[in-house]
């Protein structure tokens, strides 16, 4: 018998609509033949099946929603919404207590993810070199001189649980400073102060399925604007982005080391993929993403087609993964 696969898009964060995009790809990858996979579109507390323009209501009591008086339960939820709930844990938690196996990472992996300040710290502290960022909190008083001494310009402004690049500042000289902060606390409540990365940034994606972990080729990313933002990361002209990176054999093997190492420390599942840069001889983790974008134009299937993988085989072999094993 087929299971019934829940492949969920939507959410509450800025990336919304990014999720979305991401999820009809994602659905549209999904062997059908394999399974009967169903779009569940969540927003707040709306969350619904959208099939054939219709919407049918989800049952949060057992994960189901009823369809012509037959109702059908969930056996599985892919997973692919950017930001809140699906990337900081909340969804996964729900998700464990109704029993039903799920995509991405645990709960506790996506909360500690999710917060970027927390994760640079966890893995630095077993020899990750890092951005080193400095966080501060909304209401909290800070000396503007003290962190760019420690800093330098120019450096950058971020929201601390946000993706997608929403709120990021690159800040050049001290004016422009309070109003990057400003920028970065209405998207959330915690704001990192980081230095400037003077190098080649990279992403490498990544994941485990069947007992086996596979590193997919490392891309080298080229933003055509001062930094790699929201626009650069959806639309194709504003960056060039090259699969496989043009990095040298042993850098390039550093760094499918480094994101192997920080996959395991944080005991990662699923798809994941982490962005970082080459510094002269240096590796950098900037930040893991858990839930990466499977739009058409991102990394994750550009990659897996430049590995010579297909990606509807990738996502049965993550799908089987869960289903066949207990959390």
Not at 191 to 199: N, R, Y
Not at 275 to 290: A, H, I, K, Q, Y
Request: net charge negative.
């Amino acid at each position: 018998m087929k299971k019934n696969i829940a492949v969920i898009g939507g959410g509450n964060s800025s990336e919304y609509e990014v999720s979305l995009q991401s999820a009809a790809h994602v659905f549209a990858e999904i062997d059908g033949e394999r399974y009967n996979k169903y779009l569940l579109i969540l927003k707040g507390r709306d969350w619904h099946i959208e099939e054939n323009g219709t919407q049918y209501p989800v049952d949060k009591n057992d994960f189901s929603f009823t369809r012509n008086g037959e109702k059908v339960c969930f056996d599985y939820a892919y997973i692919i919404i950017h930001g809140n709930p699906g990337e900081n844990g909340m969804l996964q938690g729900y998700l464990d207590m109704m029993g039903i196996p799920y995509s991405t990472c645990s709960t506790l992996c996506e909360a500690m993810t999710f917060d970027k300040y927390t994760c640079s710290n966890y893995v630095k502290a077993f020899g990750i070199q890092t951005s080193d960022p400095i966080l501060i909190k909304r209401g909290m008083p800070y000396d503007q001189e003290a962190i760019l001494t420690a800093t330098g310009l120019p450096c950058f402004i971020k929201p601390n649980a946000e993706g997608s690049s929403f709120g990021v500042s690159k800040v050049k000289s001290r004016g422009e400073f309070d109003a990057a902060m400003q920028r970065a606390f209405e998207k959330c409540p915690e704001v990192l102060v980081e230095s400037f990365l003077d190098g080649t940034e990279f992403t490498c994606g990544l994941y485990r399925a069947g007992g086996r972990k596979v590193i997919l080729p490392v891309a080298e990313v080229i933003p055509k604007k001062e930094f790699f933002d929201y626009e650069a990361k959806y639309n194709a002209s504003m960056s060039d982005e090259i699969i496989p990176g043009r990095f040298s054999e042993e850098i390039t093997e550093r760094i499918q080391d480094m994101a192997s190492e920080v996959y395991d420390l944080l005991r990662c599942e699923g798809i994941v993929r982490i962005d970082g840069f080459v510094c002269g001889e240096e590796v950098v983790m900037l930040e893991v993403n858990t839930t990466p974008g499977m739009t058409a134009n991102s990394f994750i299937p550009k990659m897996v087609k430049a590995m010579g993988a297909n990606l509807r085989d990738v996502l049965t072999e993550i799908i089987e993964d869960k289903l066949h094993s207990t959390r």
